[in-house]
């Protein structure tokens, strides 16, 4: 008598077991989701970081290139290269990042104080063409950001700007 009772028991219990999964497997399911869509922005922000790293210490140790003329074939010829990995640009290593995205600033130390600014083109600031001093720092960035959009499916779909900045010294110090 105690058998048949302790079967119908474990069905009952089985059964249950079963509703709560169903119930909880969409949760689970998104939060698995969120995870990947998070680690795919992280890794997008480094690999452009690491890229516009690279960009920037290109340009700092790049010798007889006009820093001031942003149509410089030497500067557009080191960008393309860091963004696509030759010199023409014809296919980027991060999908979307080109060069029109990506400024070169040059910044000097203010003297008598240790804050930065940036350094002007011209015979008193930084144009080494015109006679000027060598800048002492590049900062590569992107004004207007890189967009990654982030696809929740049936949940949420959102554009995240990414704005990464490096700052190398001048000469590859």
């Known amino acids: 008598m105690k058998l048949p009772l302790l079967r119908r ?7 249950n077991s079963m509703i709560e999964t169903v119930m909880f497997m969409p949760l689970l399911i998104l939060l698995l989701v969120g995870t990947f869509q998070f680690g795919r922005v992280t890794f997008l922000y480094f690999q452009v970081h690491k890229t516009l790293y690279g960009l920037a210490r290109l340009v ?10 942003a ?3 030497e500067i557009l010829s080191v960008k393309n290269f860091a963004l696509s990995g030759s010199s023409d640009g014809t296919e980027p290593l991060v999908t979307g990042l080109t060069a029109d995205l990506v ?3 040059l910044e000097r130390q203010e003297a008598d104080s240790a804050i930065l600014s ?14 000027g001093q060598q800048p002492q720092f590049i900062v590569v960035s992107m004004p207007e950001g ?3 959009t982030v696809t929740i499916p049936y949940l949420l779909q ?12 001048a000469g590859g110090l």
């Open 71 to 73: 149509a410089d074939p």
């Open 103 to 105: 400024t070169i600033r």
């Open 118 to 131: 940036e350094c002007e083109c011209s015979l008193t600031g930084c144009d080494i063409s015109q006679g």
């Open 9 to 15: 028991r474990h069905a009952r219990e089985s059964g």
């Open 146 to 148: 890189f967009q990654v």
């Open 60 to 69: 700092a140790t790049r010798q007889g290139a006009n820093l001031c003329d």
């Open 158 to 169: 959102q554009t995240v700007t990414l704005r990464p900045t490096v700052r190398v010294p």
